[in-house]
């Protein structure tokens, strides 16, 4: 086949443009207009670039890497492509990587489409069930590190439990604590904290780790009071509501500060604090920790209804405190374990509405209650 017409050739040695006549035998000959040969491209190293549709764009393989020759004669493109072996198979093999980057550019866009419409709660939504527990755990590590070295507490250990005098009360904590932890029976054994702190509350870290501060103990009536609000917060734990809070609040860096452990002061302890407190939880987690505490009590033969008692009655004592004043300190976000809201009603009823009725036995005697009072020291 014998074909020839105009196009323009650049040499790839300088930018020079050159109009040129080219040949179409066993080879691609390019003709200066003087009639001087400048190149000549076998056919089967000749390879397609991307061009606009109807024009052909070609350049040669081993060549000058900016050599090529733009041929606008569409008698010549086709031609052209007719007799070069190679043209089809690259074009189709630019045209293949052409559609990649066009369908990872369209996946990109989905997915940061998705992120804008659904956001990252929905995103932790659907991941937190997807992680090992090892990441709850670790996640839980890193925040009892930042606690730790943050909250106030009273002088000596942060953990009660490790005097002489103190041990009875350890005895008794982890008494309990085997008992709601064989109960519940999750991936990861509950390990419980008695911290040496005035603060009303407790905290359940990710990964089975509950902080139960002395001035909650201080303010409960009974040992199944105790043991009621640990099966709350045994409930977060099992729900994974902390680690779902964690990746919701602080979405990506939060997970990656937690895993990596670079989050460092006290800044990142008051994000971790408000994460974890149980002001910050839904009202939906919230109902869902109680029913868990309703259904662990009830497993271990002691009295569901003991955790309405104690909203009730740490409710009617906030009630009647110092109204807050200012901004949230991590100090204050954990203060007390009930945040005055008009929820505490509606979830004692929801409580009895499911305790039922049936001999109790005490979860926590009252032999280990009164140990339990004196694990921060005898005069806590
Ligand atoms: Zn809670």
Redesign the pocket.
Known sequence: MAANGAAVFFDGLTSRRQHVHVALSDALLIIRPDGARLDSWPLDEVRALASRPGALRLTREGGPALARLEIADAALAAAVRAAAPKLSASHAAEAGTARKVVLWSLAAVVSLTLFGLYGIPALAERLTPLLPWSVDQRMGREADRQIRGFIETRPGPFACGEGSEERPGREALDRLARRLSDAAALPVPIEIVAVRSDFVNAL?LPGGMIYLFDGLIQHAARGDEIAAVLA??V??AANR?GTRHALQAGGASLLFGFVLGDFVGGTAAIAVLRVLS?AS?SRA??TD??AYSVALMRRLGGDPRALGEMLTRLTDEEADSEPDNGGRSGAQTIER?VQSHPATGERRQAIDAIAGDGPAAPVMDDADFLALKRICGPDS
């Open positions: 359940a709350h917060e409930g977060h509501d149980e939880y987690a919230e920790a109680d374990w």
